[in-house]
């Protein structure tokens, strides 16, 4: 059975940091494309980042460039968000997502094989 499992969400101050998790189970992760997503109250569910299966390439959504980063340790079947800069914009659930047999460029929320439960991330003025 896989399981993805995100932690590392929180209540934070605008300009500070967290890092969220994903531990994945279940399934040969080097072999997946991993993906962050995140959806905010009454918006769709949006992109955030994703990652090629060895980490060589990563890909941002526009809002988030510059200020986020994702990675992943093979190793340890996670992969990682790393949020610096947080405004209350990025407040959202997120959500870690795997797919086996797409591109890490194909970034629609659509067909991905698997996903966490999600963890909060609050962001305060």
């Known amino acids: 059975q896989v399981q993805l499992v995100e932690s590392g969400g929180g209540l934070v101050q605008a300009g500070g940091s967290l890092r969220l998790s994903c531990a994945a189970s279940g399934l040969t992760f080097s072999n997946y494309v991993m993906g962050w997503f995140r959806q905010a109250p009454g918006k769709e569910r949006e992109f955030v980042a994703t990652i090629t299966r060895i980490g060589s390439n990563t890909y941002y959504a526009d809002s988030v460039k510059g200020r986020f980063t994702i990675s992943r340790d093979n190793a340890k079947n996670t992969v990682y968000l790393q949020m610096n800069s947080l405004k209350p914009e990025d407040t959202a659930v997120y959500y870690c997502?795997?797919?086996?047999?797409?591109?890490?460029?194909?970034?629609?929320?659509?067909?991905?094989?698997?996903w966490g439960q999600g963890t909060q991330v609050t962001v305060s003025s």
């Open positions: 997502a795997a797919d086996r047999a797409r591109s890490a460029t194909q970034i629609t929320r659509n067909g991905w094989d698997y």
